[in-house]
């Protein structure tokens, strides 16, 4: 007859098998992320060219007095943070309008959302490339303008119109994920409630006010995160599209790091600029959790 182990060694033996199950995901997240993190706070205070044979000489503040006395680089944290703001807001408007509409199960919305998922299922550079065909001064758009007796449209060529054509096309190519965040968060709003309000005479946008909107609160705080991120890192679309200009009017901090600093060896601007990066991000995310924490917080003291 099999041996029953005392409750006291079941939860000993269930916890020894729950960490060293833990242990390995924590030693490779430490690898991929924490370790390439300390470098880059390591190097942004040095100078040093990326060469083995070059020991990194320590100056101190000094990438930093370089980043924020540039007027370039001002220019290109305004323009980082001009994309991630009002990209995260067109891209979740765009998804949550998108997902009431297709929130239905049916064949039409089936299709419709295969197709709105499909541009990010694209390279990020041939999204940079496919536009480039569509909207530069020889593209589509323009070629069909000129045939119908009309000035064509400075999409790339014009500093401001480049960046709000850039803003519009990193926006088509992340909302597909945003998209299927929110169909998820609808999956999850309480029919009770639904139909509850219905019953007492609300309206769509009052139901919408008082039920949906409250119930989806998990999922915009993941949304927005996710997609200011993936915006304040944005560099593929930048070089396929763009290339930064035109006069510097789309390079966005990403791209300075990947595409000016390191190429120019200089290892310890770049990881100044990375860590700003990284602040940046964090500072994005801690805030809309703070938002979202008060607003509950606001309720509960209403209700």
Known sequence: ??????SKQRRRRSAGVSISMVVPAVLIYAALLVVPVIYAFYYSFTEYNGFPTRVPEFIGLENYRTVFGSDDMTGTMVITAVVAVVGAVAVNVAALGLALLLKRTDRFNTFGRVVMFYPHVLSALVVGFLWQAILGPQGVVNTMLEKVGTDSLPFLSDPDWALWSMILVIVWSLFGVQLILYLAGL??????????????????????????????????????????ISLLKTYDVVVSLTGGGPAGSTKTLAYTILAVSFPQRDIGLASAQAV???????????????????????AESIG
């Open 187 to 228: 999956q999850a709003v309480s029919e009770d409630l639904l139909e509850a309000a219905k019953l007492d005479g609300a309206g769509r946008w009052q139901t919408f006010r008082a039920v949906t909107w409250p119930s989806l609160a998990s999922t915009v705080t993941v949304a927005v995160i996710t997609s200011g």
């Open 1 to 6: 007859m099999a041996r029953t182990l005392p």
């Open 276 to 298: 700003l990066l990284i602040l940046a991000a964090a500072v994005l995310s801690l805030t809309v959790l703070f938002l979202r924490r008060r607003a509950e917080n606001d």
